[in-house]
């Protein structure tokens, strides 16, 4: 392909809206264009690369099982209200009506629309197991945009279902899928972890993220510094044991606070740790209000809340909200005398002995206070979130935290969809059954972008060969020169028939900014044909390594091959 012909838009200068590496850069190198906020056009070497994803893509999931279909991005409201997120999903669910004022949404997903099509036509056991998926844009009107294609409010997912019999089945599908993941974010080039995870508003049990592991990702992976355990942070479990001390009860006391209102401002004040001090915060878990105590140097975990209670919805009350029911600001909440409420509390609140907490009267606290003895908990549990240096859950090990962003993401939804939609069929007694359904989901767009995150240097991108837009970059460093020009075209036309994927740079530009787009670009390997044209002889570089070499070329074609297969 010749770049005289190829809308290659490189900029010199970094957009003043772009965070990070990967946004800047695909920017600057001329991927993508923003049309509006969180809506990108990809142009033609981000076309190149995204159809390079989708095949990896299409050849793990049919090597696992699946089929491909289609289905359509504007979905009918009622099968939304149909499965209950029509009241659920929030503000990210872009609403539409037509021309007849009936609602529909588009798309962020299809669980509601591929169950429908199935229930339709799928009635008895034989034909079940099923899986099928497609790849198709997605739209979810995200709050706050942001990095470029990572968090748009439209991008281009594979989206995949299966519908099992039995659950022993789905645990197969499950796992061939986890394998088809593994595969192709591998042979994407990526650095990534499979984390166990939170299935938030998709529902069901059993789901694992995959994450590449990047500075700028919005997700914190906890995971073993000795084995391979590694968990989304909101569900890592901690198994860490609180030994209670044997200091001595004291008698608990009333202490005026003024103007003491967080948790560093009292451990200041009484001159002690923050683990000495006990936090108190009112969370409202569906339609009831329950006092959540932690440790002072701890963080409650809202998953963990949500998942004890099988809630829909878990929030923080507002400071209203507390005043109105405890009497009191959020800075002065504590446990002691506190009625017709529940209260729960962290294991590790169960070992405290002689802490300080809010006396629910403005400008107090209580000192020497004891689990038990001044207020009671209904219920102990696993409630805050893990931290370094705490046992990894495997038993192996202490936890570390690392950055990550979310490619990918594989749930068993169970029978949540197939219930509520009467997705059913007829067992071998005759009998009707729900579906038992899996929902696994690839960010194609998102894998691009967290792609260009990890793999850059100062100069720009470096694709890894299997996803590169194009394999080689072939400049001609002047084409006025004929001996120049007639190397560069044949050996354009000799790798083209070698099946290379070529981007012949003939353009009239100094050999400045050729080079300058060449390593903004970042094709695998760079072939300069230049002053030794008439002896035949070229210069082939890896854009990886910076390693260079003079080829003649007769022998170009033996030191490609090499070079790829090093790669």
Not at 100 to 110: I, N, S
Not at 212 to 236: K, R
Not at 319 to 340: F, R
């Amino acid at each position: 392909m010749k770049q005289s012909m190829m809308l290659i838009p490189t900029l010199r200068e970094v957009p003043a809206d772009a965070e990070i590496k990967s946004h800047k850069l695909l920017l600057r190198a001329g991927f993508i264009r923003q049309s509006a906020s969180g809506i990108y056009s990809y142009l033609p070497l981000a076309q190149k690369v995204l159809r390079k994803i989708e095949n990896i893509v299409r050849e793990e999931m049919d090597a696992a099982g699946a089929v491909e279909l289609l289905m359509p991005a504007m979905q009918a409201a009622e099968l939304w209200q149909e499965s209950g997120r029509w009241y659920t999903y929030g503000p990210e669910l872009m609403r539409m009506k037509d021309r007849h004022q009936r609602d529909f949404v588009m798309g962020p997903t299809h669980e509601e629309v591929i169950t429908s099509l199935v229930r339709d036509e799928i009635k008895s056991y034989k034909k079940l197991p099923l899986t099928l998926y497609q790849i198709q844009t997605k739209f979810r009107d995200e709050q706050r945009p942001r990095f470029g294609i990572l968090r748009g409010r439209e991008f281009i997912m594979k989206d995949a279902y299966s519908f099992s019999t039995t659950q022993t089945c789905l645990d197969e599908i499950y796992e061939k899928v986890y394998n088809a993941y593994s595969n192709i974010f591998t042979r994407c080039g990526l650095n990534f972890r499979a984390v166990i995870a939170d299935s938030g508003a998709m529902g069901g049990k059993d789901t694992h993220e995959f994450m590449v592991l990047s500075e700028i990702g919005e997700d914190t992976i906890a995971y073993s510094d000795t084995s391979n355990y590694a968990a989304n942070i909101e569900m890592a479990p901690v198994i860490t044991n609180h030994e209670q001390s044997d200091e001595e009860l004291k008698e608990i006391e009333k202490v005026k606070t003024e103007n003491q209102k967080t948790i560093n401002d009292i451990a200041s004040f009484f001159n002690i740790t923050a683990e000495k001090c006990l936090k108190s915060l009112l969370f409202k878990i569906d339609d009831k209000y329950v006092l959540v105590l932690v440790r002072g140097d701890h963080e409650v975990n809202d998953v963990k809340l949500k998942n004890l209670y099988d809630a829909d919805i878990v929030e923080l009350a507002s400071a209203d909200v507390t005043k109105e029911i405890l009497h009191c600001s959020v800075g002065s909440l504590g446990p002691v005398h506190v009625e017709n409420i529940d209260i729960i509390a962290d294991e590790a609140v169960k070992s405290l002995v002689n802490v300080v907490c809010g006396a629910n009267e403005e400008h107090y606290h209580y000192i020497n206070v004891n689990p038990e003895r001044d207020f009671n908990v209904n219920q102990y549990a696993d409630l805050r979130f893990i931290q370094e240096g705490d046992l990894s859950p495997d038993g192996n090990g202490s936890i570390l935290f690392a950055k990550g962003i979310e490619v990918g993401h594989v749930f068993k939804l169970g029978t949540r969809y197939s219930e509520a939609m009467q997705a059913t069929f007829l067992d071998e007694n005759g009998k009707s059954q729900p579906m038992i359904m899996g929902c696994y989901g690839i960010g194609v767009s998102r894998t691009m972008a967290a792609v260009a995150e990890q793999f850059n240097d100062e100069n720009g991108l470096v694709w890894p060969k299997n996803i590169a837009p194009l394999d080689l970059h072939l400049i001609a460093v002047n084409m006025k020169d004929e001996a120049q020009a007639a190397l560069a075209m044949e050996l354009y036309t000799t790798l083209k028939q070698k099946n290379y994927d070529v981007l012949l740079d003939d353009r009239q530009e100094r050999p400045g900014v050729k080079f300058a787009d060449s390593d903004l670009i970042g094709l695998p390997i760079r072939i300069t044909v230049g002053k030794r044209a008439q002896e035949g002889i070229v210069e082939v570089k890896v854009r990886k390594t910076g390693e260079m070499q003079e080829v003649h070329k007769d022998e170009l074609e033996n030191v490609i091959s090499a070079l790829f297969a090093s790669l």
